[in-house]
Protein backbone atom coordinates (compact mmCIF):
# COMPACT_ATOMS: atom_id res chain seq x y z
CA UNK A 1 0.00 0.00 0.00
CA UNK A 2 1.27 3.19 -1.07
CA UNK A 3 0.67 6.51 0.94
CA UNK A 4 -1.72 7.90 -2.00
CA UNK A 5 -3.91 4.72 -1.14
CA UNK A 6 -5.39 6.92 2.02
CA UNK A 7 -7.92 9.34 2.62
CA UNK A 8 -7.18 12.02 5.14
CA UNK A 9 -9.20 14.30 6.74
CA UNK A 10 -8.03 16.86 9.92
CA UNK A 11 -11.00 19.09 11.37
CA UNK A 12 -9.01 21.49 12.52
CA UNK A 13 -11.78 23.00 14.50
CA UNK A 14 -11.80 19.74 16.71
CA UNK A 15 -8.47 18.86 16.53
CA UNK A 16 -9.42 15.32 14.97
CA UNK A 17 -7.80 13.67 12.28
CA UNK A 18 -9.58 11.00 10.33
CA UNK A 19 -7.89 8.40 7.80
CA UNK A 20 -9.54 5.28 6.02
CA UNK A 21 -7.75 3.46 3.22
CA UNK A 22 -9.52 4.20 -0.43
CA UNK A 23 -10.59 0.85 -1.32
CA UNK A 24 -12.53 0.58 2.31
CA UNK A 25 -16.18 0.46 1.87
CA UNK A 26 -17.93 2.60 4.71
CA UNK A 27 -21.01 0.37 5.05
CA UNK A 28 -17.94 -2.23 6.19
CA UNK A 29 -16.25 -0.15 9.24
CA UNK A 30 -16.64 -0.35 12.64
CA UNK A 31 -14.78 1.52 15.03
CA UNK A 32 -13.53 0.73 18.53
CA UNK A 33 -11.61 2.85 20.59
CA UNK A 34 -8.08 1.47 21.40
CA UNK A 35 -7.71 3.93 24.32
CA UNK A 36 -9.12 7.62 24.79
CA UNK A 37 -9.24 9.39 21.58
CA UNK A 38 -7.45 7.02 19.45
CA UNK A 39 -9.93 4.70 17.62
CA UNK A 40 -8.85 2.01 15.00
CA UNK A 41 -11.22 1.81 12.15
CA UNK A 42 -11.45 -2.37 11.40
CA UNK A 43 -13.38 -3.59 8.55
CA UNK A 44 -15.83 -6.00 9.81
CA UNK A 45 -15.31 -8.55 6.73
CA UNK A 46 -11.51 -8.90 6.53
CA UNK A 47 -10.59 -7.92 10.39
CA UNK A 48 -7.99 -5.99 9.00
CA UNK A 49 -7.65 -2.31 10.65
CA UNK A 50 -7.94 -0.08 7.54
CA UNK A 51 -7.95 3.48 9.05
CA UNK A 52 -7.61 5.57 12.12
CA UNK A 53 -9.59 8.43 14.53
CA UNK A 54 -7.27 10.55 16.64
CA UNK A 55 -8.82 13.17 18.68
CA UNK A 56 -6.55 16.16 19.91
CA UNK A 57 -3.81 15.35 17.02
CA UNK A 58 -2.09 18.41 17.73
CA UNK A 59 -1.11 17.42 20.79
CA UNK A 60 -0.64 13.83 20.78
CA UNK A 61 1.08 13.97 17.34
CA UNK A 62 2.13 17.99 16.33
CA UNK A 63 4.78 16.05 14.02
CA UNK A 64 1.69 14.77 12.03
CA UNK A 65 -0.25 18.00 10.94
CA UNK A 66 3.35 19.90 9.16
CA UNK A 67 2.93 18.09 5.80
CA UNK A 68 0.45 16.30 4.15
CA UNK A 69 2.45 13.78 2.53
CA UNK A 70 4.08 13.18 5.99
CA UNK A 71 1.00 12.37 7.48
CA UNK A 72 0.02 9.90 4.46
CA UNK A 73 3.44 7.56 5.03
CA UNK A 74 3.22 7.93 8.48
CA UNK A 75 -0.14 6.11 8.99
CA UNK A 76 0.11 3.75 6.29
CA UNK A 77 3.40 2.49 8.34
CA UNK A 78 1.02 2.69 11.18
CA UNK A 79 -2.05 0.23 9.91
CA UNK A 80 0.82 -1.53 8.26
CA UNK A 81 2.35 -2.46 11.82
CA UNK A 82 -1.21 -2.81 13.44
CA UNK A 83 -2.06 -5.22 10.90
CA UNK A 84 1.16 -7.20 10.91
CA UNK A 85 0.67 -7.21 14.94
CA UNK A 86 -2.54 -8.73 14.65
CA UNK A 87 -1.64 -11.49 11.98
CA UNK A 88 1.32 -12.47 14.69
CA UNK A 89 -1.16 -12.49 17.31
CA UNK A 90 -3.66 -14.34 15.80
CA UNK A 91 -1.19 -17.61 15.31
CA UNK A 92 -0.16 -17.33 18.61
Request: charged residues 30%; glycine residues 2%.
Amino acid sequence: MSANDINIKFDKDNDILYTLKKTANKKDITNVEARAGFVFRFDVNTKEVVGFIIHNVSQRMPWLIREEYYIMEELDNMLQMVNDYRAVESKV
